[in-house]
Antibody, heavy 118, light 108 residues
Framework: EVKLMQSGGVVVQPGGSLRLSCAAS????????MHWVRQAPGKGLEWVSL????????YYGDSVKGRFTVSRDNSKNSLYLNMNSLRPEDTALYYC???????????WGQGTMVTVSS | SYEMTQPPSVSVSPGQTARITCSGD??????SFWYQQRPGQAPLLVIY???QRPSGIPERFSGSSSGTTVTLTISGVQAEDEADYYC???????????FGGGTKLTVL
């Protein structure tokens, strides 16, 4: 079964740091670029980051650039999102997602809820 | 940065046709995608490469592109189609991705 399994939800204080993880199974992980997408409570989808198949190229949305870092370990079939200088407005459900090239995002993780609050 | 613009809401009666538009300057240069999201669920791809339908998606879902606008059309809308719909694409460089603000489809 093709699956993306994400780490559990967490509460962190403003200014804090966090690392999200996403474990892939059922497909050849290093064949695909991967997105991180978030959704604040009651709000729409927001693109966070994209990493290419080997991690050499990374891209970020304006709201997280300079604070978040995406990485991957293809030997462990895993994707990561390091989040620093967290703000209350970063509170959201974070999805990892498999980009099947021009065929779009075909697989989504179950999401990790991140709450930034004192 | 880059933006794609969708109407916040569309309402139709069962059996009618719903059209949801999404506008962006880079639409002529980049493929667009459409996702359906029901409450409490992860998004589901319903259209890729502007107009292609993934396997398992009903034929009543179709997509088209003209100028700087892409359109998701749902023909013969059913109650189960009530959901939020998001367009997704990249800027002309292909390195900055965005989602449209989302359109809530209400089936009256």
């Amino acid at each position: 079964e093709v699956k993306l399994m994400q780490s559990g939800g967490v509460v962190v204080q403003p200014g804090g740091s966090l690392r999200l993880s996403c474990a892939a199974s059922g497909f050849t992980f290093d064949d695909y670029a991967m997105h991180w997408v978030r959704q604040a409570p009651g709000k729409g989808l927001e693109w966070v980051s994209l990493i290419n198949w080997n991690g050499a190229n990374t891209y970020y949305g304006d709201s997280v650039k300079g604070r978040f870092t995406v990485s991957r370990d293809n030997s462990k079939n895993s994707l990561y999102l390091n989040m620093n200088s967290l703000r209350p407005e970063d509170t959201a459900l974070y999805y990892c997602a498999k980009l099947a090239g021009h065929d779009g995002i075909d697989i989504w993780g179950q999401g990790t809820m991140v709450t930034v609050s004192s | 940065s880059y933006e794609m613009t969708q109407p916040p809401s569309v309402s139709v009666s069962p059996g009618q046709t719903a059209r949801i538009t999404c506008s962006g300057d880079a639409v002529p240069k980049q493929f667009s995608f459409w996702y359906q999201q029901r409450p409490g669920q992860a998004p589901l791809l319903v259209i890729y490469k502007d107009s292609q339908r993934p396997s398992g998606i009903p034929e009543r879902f179709s997509g088209s592109s003209s100028g700087t606008t892409v359109t998701l059309t749902i023909s013969g809308v059913q109650a189960e189609d009530e959901a939020d719909y998001y367009c997704h694409s990249a800027d002309s460089s292909g390195t900055y991705w965005v989602f449209g603000g989302g359109t809530k489809l209400t089936v009256l």
